[in-house]
């Protein structure tokens, strides 16, 4: 239910109460984000607006990617406001220049598209920026916004960007992400919108109720996917398969390796349930530890491991591991004698692990037929559950491409400040391969050549199928 509060500024400017924090605050950045219709830009003009009428001499810049949307939205949103509130002789208009300008302030507000930004340099005494649409911009069209607003002023410098969250992967989220001291993010949605009516939250509702994505990113407000095509795990949904997991104390933990040590080295934590006919066919993922430089050793890992589910949960029901058949060999890394598995039957003894380690993996693209075919459509009665908490799983699943052989696209990047180049995709994937074919292997080999080789007991006993 929404609640009526609307909090006034001077002039009577109205303002949805749930902004209230986001017109009070004075530092450097304010990203407002969120939903369709949750009043993003109905804040960001109306803070501009009593601005210009308070505060003397800015000179405050609209921005898009190309100068003619500024018009139909932006500069049309704030002459709208001024209109409705009958405040048209305060402020001088040129509308072919798309400038405003408040008399008893000598405040102004003028246009501009990052497209010339050249034309954007030659501006000068700018004291506060709006960015609309904040997603069309690349970060170098920020960074250089953001030289833009430089030198001592009276009051108070800030850029404030409004955006629907688009694609998680974006560099907007990966600025949020760092959480500087000097920035405010404001989610919201068409529910925290008090001045919007029931027909339009309807249409809404309607128009992206069969859109999975869509309805993330304009009614949940929640950030969404870019779908660029040719995705590797093309049968994997955030609805049908990422959800809110528990540990469960009475099952074993299932753990999965990827030895790649940049950008993390990676453990996957997995537990299998029994779905409604009873088979234990229901893989859950419900941690993930993905630990970077200086933590990016097999053994560190298993000791968080050993920490977060002996030292703290007590786990005693059993603990299987699983992980890149390439980690059983020698390397620099280990003293002779050891490779990355004995490091983790040695750091995880008093948890008495099974080791679970294929000769071999399968081939790339047969393991990602099975493991769509299981996302797709449940294939043998198996299903994937992830855990909501396993960010860098998620990202995996969604984002990783597939090359032209029908193999996994790992596409490298470079870290800026370490100069370190990594595969940025495929490692939490990888694991999750490596677990869901050997505990599967029997329905792999059907699904690859129309037989299995045995049939997997569930339960305790000598057979060395027993799992």
């Not at 960007?161 to 560099?171: A, L, S, V």
């Not at 779908?227 to 104390?249: L, M, Q």
């Amino acid at each position: 239910m929404l609640a009526n509060k609307i909090a006034k500024l001077k002039y009577d400017i109205e303002v949805n109460d749930v902004y209230r924090d986001a017109i009070e605050w004075n530092k450097r950045f304010l990203f407002l984000y969120g939903g369709a219709g949750s009043g993003k830009s109905e804040c960001a003009a109306r803070k501009i607006l009593y601005r210009t009428l308070k505060e003397n001499n800015h000179r405050f810049l609209l921005v898009r990617k190309e100068k003619v949307h500024v018009r139909e939205s932006m500069y049309r949103l704030l002459k709208d406001i001024i209109e409705h509130y009958d405040m048209s002789s305060e402020f001088t208009f040129k509308d072919h220049e798309m400038k405003i300008k408040c008399h008893s302030t000598e405040s102004e507000i003028m246009a501009a598209g990052l497209k010339n930004s050249e034309k954007i340099k030659s501006i000068t005494g700018i004291t506060g920026i709006w960015v609309e649409e904040a997603f069309e911009l690349e970060q170098k069209d920020f960074d250089q916004l953001n030289l833009r607003l430089r030198g001592e002023t009276q009051y108070y410098k800030q850029i404030i960007c409004t955006f629907n969250p688009m694609d998680e992967n974006h560099w907007l989220k990966t600025f949020m992400d760092r959480q500087p001291d000097n920035l405010f993010a404001k989610r919201t949605t068409f529910l925290d919108n008090v001045f919007i009516d029931k027909e339009y939250m309807d249409e809404l509702i309607s128009q992206f109720k069969h859109n999975e994505n869509f309805h993330r990113i304009y009614i949940e407000g929640n950030w969404g996917r870019a779908y660029t095509g040719g995705e590797f795990y093309h049968g994997f949904s955030w609805s049908k398969h990422v959800t809110e997991v528990k540990y469960n104390a009475e099952l074993p933990l299932h753990i999965t390796f990827d030895f790649n040590v940049n950008p993390y080295l990676t453990c996957c934590v997995w537990q299998l349930d029994c779905n409604k006919s009873g088979e234990l066919k229901q893989a859950v993922q419900i941690d993930e530890l993905c630990l970077a430089h200086p933590m990016n050793s097999t053994k560190l890992v298993c000791a968080e491991f050993k920490r977060r589910y002996f030292n703290e949960k007590g786990h005693s029901a059993g603990l299987f591991v699983y992980g890149d058949p390439s980690g059983r060999h020698e390397d620099t890394r280990s003293e002779k004698g050891y490779n990355d598995f004995t490091i983790i039957r040695n750091e995880l003894s008093e948890m008495h692990p099974t080791m679970r380690v294929a000769d071999k993996a399968p081939n790339v693209k047969s393991r990602g037929d099975f493991m769509n075919s299981i996302l797709q459509n449940e294939y043998s009665n198996i299903s994937i559950q992830v855990g909501n908490n396993c960010k860098k799983s998620i990202e995996d699943f969604l984002y990783l491409k597939q090359d032209a052989n029908g193999a996994k696209l790992k596409e490298k990047v470079k870290d800026t400040r370490t100069g370190i180049v990594f595969e940025k995709y495929g490692h939490t994937s990888d694991s999750a391969d490596y677990f869901i074919t050997y505990v599967f292997a029997s329905e792999l080999n059907y699904f690859m050549n129309g037989k299995s080789n045995f049939k997997p007991v569930y339960g305790k006993g000598p057979n060395k199928n027993v799992w």
